[in-house]
């Protein structure tokens, strides 16, 4: 496979999106589990998980852990504005942003803000903290505005596969 063959998504059947909606709900079904659920054969079932690995279609298999649990409970959501929209500045603000400690995500967006940033912290206080140490030294931002969430009503990983 070359690796133009990897960067396209190979066409997908019916029983690829029930391999790869079981997965998203349950990644830690052994495959004799997995093909019992979709149908198949256990090796013609580790074929496709397979085939949709080296496609990229699955990127990683990881678990979920309990934010709350392991004290970053609350989210806080930062719309971010850059001073000048350049290549340069664009690139800069992403390499800085990927070693802010606690942060999820991070968007490239349209309209009033440049970026999004999602972070998990402890609290305010702990947020406080990063505020000072690490976010007022981003390069070439001229705005923060911080959004902290108050209750998470919904959080997904899971991608929608249309049918």
């Known amino acids: 496979m070359t690796l133009s063959d990897a960067a396209e998504a190979p066409p ?3 029983i690829d999106r029930q391999i790869l909606d079981v997965l998203q709900h349950d990644a830690s079904l052994s495959n004799v589990a997995l093909a019992e659920r979709v149908n198949l054969s256990p090796p013609a079932c580790l074929r496709r998980v397979e ?5 990229g279609l699955i990127k990683e298999v990881v678990a979920l852990l309990d934010a709350e649990r392991l004290n970053a ?7 971010v504005v850059l001073d000048r929209s350049t290549p340069q500045s664009f690139a800069d603000f992403e390499a800085a942003a990927r070693h802010i400690s606690g942060c999820m995500a ?3 967006v349209t309209g009033e803000f440049d970026y999004f940033l999602m972070i998990r912290t402890r609290d305010s206080q702990s947020f406080n903290r990063l505020h000072a140490e690490q976010l007022i030294y981003l390069p070439g931002v001229r705005q923060i505005r911080s959004f902290m969430g108050l209750r998470e009503v919904l959080s997904s990983t899971q991608i929608p596969l249309g049918r």
Not at 51 to 55: D, H, T
Request: glycine residues 12%; proline residues 0%.
């Open 73 to 79: 409970g609350m989210v806080v959501v930062i719309g």
């Open 106 to 108: 991070c968007h490239l």
């Open 51 to 55: 085939r949709l690995k080296r496609s």
């Open 12 to 14: 997908l059947d019916r």
